[in-house]
């Protein structure tokens, strides 16, 4: 079955830590997108590739990095500026960034720092 | 203010009830989307919609694209439909992306 794998599932960063959380797809999706959730609010924009070896910053990519080697992989590295990382990360892909594509979801990777 | 807001922010309804969560944006749109999330958090895409109603099995999704108010419904809940439910819009103009509401938590008792 096709679909979107997140790892780990759960991840804990020590203070100063880089961490990567890997999405791997599929799907054969050209798009895909990663967000942050955090209690009681929406989904948050960080980056998004449209194809390999492009991405885009989303509304909050301070504090993150991203590369698109692969069209299957997406992988986000939380990096030490991030100041509050803490929060649960979805990563999602779509055949392409156009209107009518839905977004498919992997089950996310539960970030926290120790 | 938020550009989408869903209300209510929590719903807790007995088995059998019909439900009915409400979303409602302050801008123009290409589309909407309703998911829902588990409690593991995993999503899942349950609609879209840029016009009318649609329906699958208990769920009907509806839009009032004059009034910018979009509502999901579930007929004959049941403990299996607990999750947060998730409106998401697709502004014209946004270059595709989508903005978010904060989910509806919705749990069905037994």
């Known amino acids: 079955d096709g679909g979107i794998t997140q790892s780990p599932k759960y991840l804990f960063r020590k203070e100063g830590q880089n961490v990567t959380l890997s999405c791997e797809q599929n799907l054969n999706h050209d798009a895909m997108y990663w967000y942050r959730q955090d209690p009681g609010q929406g989904l948050r924009l960080i980056y998004y590739s449209q194809i390999v070896n492009d991405f885009q910053k989303g509304d909050i990519a301070e504090g993150y990095s991203v590369s698109r080697e692969k069209k299957e992989s997406f992988p986000l590295t939380v990096t030490s500026a991030q100041k509050n990382p803490t929060a649960f990360y979805l990563c999602?892909?779509?055949?392409?960034?156009?209107?009518?594509?839905?977004?498919?979801f992997g089950d996310g990777t539960r970030l926290s720092i120790l | 203010k938020n550009e989408v807001e869903q209300s209510p922010q929590n719903l807790t309804a007995q088995e059998g009830e019909f439900i009915t969560i409400n979303c409602s944006y302050s801008v123009g749109i290409s589309a909407l989307h309703w998911l829902q999330q588990h409690p593991g958090g995993g999503i899942v895409s349950l609609f879209m919609?840029?016009?009318?109603?649609k329906k699958h099995g208990r769920l009907i999704a509806t839009i009032n694209i004059q009034e910018k108010h979009s509502s999901l419904h579930i007929t004959a809940s049941h403990p299996r439909d607990s999750a947060v439910y998730i409106c998401?819009?697709?502004?014209?103009?946004?270059?595709?992306?989508?903005?978010w509401g904060a989910g509806t938590k919705l749990i069905i008792k037994p």
């Open positions: 999602a892909s779509s055949i392409r960034q156009t209107d009518r594509q839905p977004q498919h």
């Open positions: 919609l840029s016009s009318g109603k």
């Open positions: 998401a819009v697709r502004s014209i103009g946004s270059n595709y992306q989508l903005i």
